[in-house]
């Protein structure tokens, strides 16, 4: 586990050879963690957010809602709502990506780390179905845009993350938690807190790494 400094990963930023981006995707919102080095030897070189919403349009955070919590069923207010959404995550992706790029990172891989993937037409209740239909619209914005940019893109399910990145990785889910525990410790000033979902990031990433 790499203790390196945010100063010294600058400075050795343009060395680094292999870079995987982990996203942890919310409603209107994902946390971001950029890996790089190996999969034996990771280190965290940025955590951030990106915006997949309007900020200056609450509605476009949960798209599919309508007022009370009900399933929005004006098609007109939720096609307006999805292209803003679409449009706020193409724009704030491609700055993410350009700013790492500005500093010598080179992704290839990157993993998507969601909450469920059941298909919204199977619920029943309409605010969950609502739930459900903002989760795939994030979850597939933020794909549309990795792919856009040539980035091998997989996703991981949280309830079953730590089994499957530990398969692959040849560790404990102990281990893996204390690992990314450590991870905490070196974050850069500007990544803010360390919280369940930039840890979720970190396991994203580290699965593709």
């Known amino acids: 586990m790499a203790n390196d400094s945010p100063s010294d990963l600058q400075n050795t930023v343009t060395k680094t050879l292999t870079a995987a981006l982990g996203f942890r995707v919310k409603s ?3 946390a971001v963690v950029l890996l790089t080095n190996t999969a034996d030897s990771p280190q965290l070189s940025d955590v951030s957010r990106i915006e997949l919403s309007d900020p200056r349009r609450p509605e476009t955070r949960q798209p599919y809602h309508a007022a009370m919590g009900k399933l929005e069923t004006d098609s007109t207010k939720v096609n307006q709502r999805k292209n803003i959404v679409r449009r706020v995550s193409q724009q704030s992706f491609t700055k993410l990506l350009k700013g790492y790029e500005q500093k010598g990172f080179r992704i290839k891989r990157a993993a998507l780390m969601v909450g469920s993937q059941i298909d919204p037409a199977a619920i029943a209740n309409p605010h969950i179905q609502a ?8 979850r597939s914005v933020l794909e549309q845009s990795l792919e856009d ?4 893109t997989e996703l991981l399910l949280e309830r079953d993350a730590y089994h499957r990145v530990g398969a692959r ?12 525990q450590c991870f ?5 000033a500007k990544g803010g807190p360390w919280r369940a979902e930039q840890k979720l990031a970190v396991l994203a990433a580290w699965f593709v790494l």
């Open 28 to 30: 209107g919102w994902a």
């Open 131 to 138: 739930h459900a239909l903002e989760g795939r619209l994030f």
């Open 149 to 152: 940019h040539g980035i091998l």
């Open 169 to 180: 990785l040849k560790q404990s889910t102990d281990d893996l938690k204390r690992a990314i």
């Open 184 to 188: 905490g410790q070196s974050v850069p």
